[in-house]
């Protein structure tokens, strides 16, 4: 069986951006945690890498011309939800602090996570690669 | 990279959180300013914040952080107060004292103060997340 470095390491990299983006509109969500009328907004994770796995999401169709359009409801990250809040304020807005945080604090545990994962796979394959 | 966003993100965060007790701070200091004219009064102000779209023209873009919008001077009629002794009374001895509710303040204070912790949270988390993802294969 051919050894294929790239399959290995691809889930974990697709995890990784993903990661950065969702820590990404986290972080945007606590930013606005006082905007009147904001909705908070997040992916959703498991249905994002899931996508990925089975190559549904593809990535982006080729754009060469200026007419060109992705196909409907297309996201290169995954589709970006709105939270549902439990107790949304009078103004309008639906970021809860709490939640958000949570969210954000083991969005980057998980990211720290994948990069032991894939820091992991390096060292296996060096350890291969020399033959020691 | 898109983890570098996260910092542009809070530091707008901050930015707006610190106009908010900026304001904070003007208006518990003028708490007492009384004046002899409405006009002349100091005026309780709140900055009003809105988000900042990724991009202006999508149907339901993301944020990608904060902004003030402007800062607004309260409505709430001012107080009227008999104090024939103060300088600054009018020719009936009364003063007209701001419309600075103290309590809120306060409680606006300590909300925006919160809110900007967790903004410098949210930055000294990205750095982390960034600083290990530099170190990957060592």
């Known amino acids: 069986m051919p050894l294929s470095i790239d399959k290995t390491i691809d889930i974990h990299t697709r995890a990784l951006s993903l990661q950065a983006r969702r820590a990404e509109l986290l972080g945007a969500n606590l930013a606005n945690a006082d905007t009147p009328g904001y909705k908070a907004r997040d992916i959703d994770f498991r249905a994002a890498m899931a ?18 359009l992705q196909p409907a409801g297309f996201s290169p990250d995954g589709e970006i939800l709105y939270r549902q809040p439990v107790q949304p304020s009078l103004d309008g807005n639906t970021v809860e602090t ?17 990069l032991r994962f894939l820091s992991g796979k390096f060292n296996t394959y060096l350890t291969a690669f020399r033959g020691e | ?44 102000r709140q900055p009003v914040f809105g988000q900042i779209l ?33 300088p600054n009374a009018d020719a009936e001895g009364y003063v007209y004292m701001p419309n600075v509710n103290v309590v809120e303040e306060m409680a606006n204070m300590i909300s925006a103060s919160r809110s900007y912790q967790t903004n410098v949270e949210v930055m000294n988390t990205a750095k982390e997340m960034l600083m290990r993802t530099l170190s990957l294969g060592q």
Do not use: W
């Not at chain 1, 949570?102 to 720290?112: G, K, P």
């Not at chain 2, 339901?60 to 709430?76: F, P, Y």
């Open chain 1, 98 to 114: 709490q939640v958000e945080m949570a969210q954000f604090a083991e969005n980057s545990v998980r990211y720290l996570a994948t």
């Open chain 2, 54 to 86: 990724k991009d202006p023209y999508a149907s339901d873009g993301t944020a990608v952080g904060v902004r003030v919008l402007g800062v607004v001077e309260s409505q709430t009629p001012l107080r009227r107060e008999y104090n024939p002794g103060n």
């Open chain 1, 51 to 68: 996508a990925a796995e089975e190559g549904l999401a593809g990535g982006p169709l080729a754009v060469t011309r200026a007419g060109h």
């Open chain 2, 1 to 44: 990279m898109s983890l570098f966003n996260v910092f542009d993100t809070a530091g707008t965060g901050m930015y707006a959180q610190s106009v908010r007790l900026n304001t904070t701070s003007s208006n518990l200091a003028n708490a007492n300013s009384a004046s002899s004219s409405i006009d002349q009064t100091y005026r309780a």
